[in-house]
């Protein structure tokens, strides 16, 4: 079946550590997203990705980096410098051509850090 | 910039009640504009979208007219079941280049039997 796979589901940190999410889609996708979600608010843009080897700043970017070496690959590290990053993160894909752009998104991971 | 304006929550109803959820959005020229749900503890799952002025969007029940007078989307369902208990998201997407989605703060629906 074809899907986005995150991982892992709940993810437990201490503060000052990087921390690294997987998203993974066999869907053929060319742009891949990363947004972020909090408690009674609607989903930000972190990064997104249009293809291979490039990749753009959302809204709130500063504190997490990423890489997309791999067309089915977009992993998000949470870095030391976010200051609030207990969050829902939810990864995203898309066709890049055809005009609805509909995102497809996964199953996302619950990061703590304390 | 483009912002997307939805109804607040939560909203509770009896099992069978008609359900309406607002959502309104500005933005400049012909967005797409979309219905995400989200079950508890999972990702967002489309639900239903329109690409165009005048365009239905349905699924599962749900329906949403693009109103291009009133830059309106809203959610409606004839019968809620328990199982639609969830929280909706009201999104819009430009057709021109940019394919970042605009989400609405989304409403959380609860269905009791």
């Known amino acids: 079946d074809g899907g986005i796979t995150q991982s892992p589901k709940y993810l437990f940190r201490k503060e000052g550590q990087n921390v690294t999410l997987s998203c993974e889609q066999n869907l053929n996708h060319d742009a891949m997203y990363w947004y972020r979600q909090d408690p009674g608010q609607g989903l930000r843009l972190i990064y997104y990705?249009?293809?291979?080897?490039?990749?753009q700043k959302g809204d709130i970017a500063e504190g997490y980096s990423v890489s997309r070496e791999k067309k089915e690959s977009f992993p998000l590290t949470v870095t030391s410098a976010q200051k609030n990053p207990t969050a829902f993160y939810l990864c995203?894909?898309?066709?890049?051509?055809?005009?609805?752009?509909?995102?497809?998104f996964g199953p996302g991971t619950r990061l703590t850090v304390t | 910039g483009d912002s997307v304006t939805q109804m607040e929550g939560p909203v509770t109803l009896s099992e069978e009640a008609f359900l309406t959820i607002n959502c309104t959005y500005t933005?400049?020229?012909?967005?797409?504009l979309f219905w995400y749900v989200q079950y508890p503890g999972e990702g967002l799952q489309l639900l239903l979208k329109?690409?165009?002025?005048?365009d239905k969007g349905s699924n599962k029940g749900f329906e949403a007219t693009y109103r291009k007078e009133t830059t309106s989307f809203h959610l409606e369902k004839g019968s809620v079941q328990v199982s639609d208990s969830a929280v909706y998201f009201c999104a819009l997407l430009h057709n021109f280049g940019n394919e970042k989605l605009t989400f609405g703060t989304g409403t959380r629906l609860t269905i009791i039997p």
């Open positions: 329109a690409t165009k002025a005048d």
């Open positions: 933005a400049t020229g012909y967005p797409s």
């Open positions: 995203a894909s898309s066709f890049n051509r055809g005009r609805s752009y509909e995102q497809y």
């Open positions: 990705s249009q293809i291979v080897n490039d990749f």
